[in-house]
């Protein structure tokens, strides 16, 4: 699902997201892996600034709900994007965050 979005359109994802994928990959890889995803990712994804209205966004969403605030960032890019949030996060599945969410864990 998430590389037929890719292949459909540049979609929109936040610098917070970015910063969260690097550091995962990097644990895991290292910091050449990341640096060559972060790298991809900009080539691949139309990214969404760290703005004060962003944040105040991703504010809300975190005091109305026990999600990481990373996540909570997501949720504001997408509903201030009009997209569809890909994810896996089931706090994020479960509860009303603003946007369109799409169920990426496996059935």
Not at 70 to 88: I, K, P, V
């Amino acid at each position: 699902m998430v590389q037929d979005a890719f292949g459909a359109e540049r979609p929109w994802m936040s610098w917070v997201t970015v910063g969260e994928v690097a550091h995962h990959v990097e644990r895991r890889h290292g910091a050449d892996k990341a640096a060559l995803v972060v790298r991809r990712l900009r080539a691949a994804a139309a990214l969404d600034d760290v703005t004060a209205e962003r944040v105040l966004a991703a504010a809300h969403i975190k005091a109305r709900h026990p999600i990481a605030l990373a996540d909570c960032f997501a949720a504001a890019t997408a509903a201030a994007r009009d997209a569809t949030l890909l994810t896996g996060v089931p706090k994020l599945l479960e509860r009303d965050v603003g946007c369109r969410v799409l169920d990426l864990r496996p059935t």
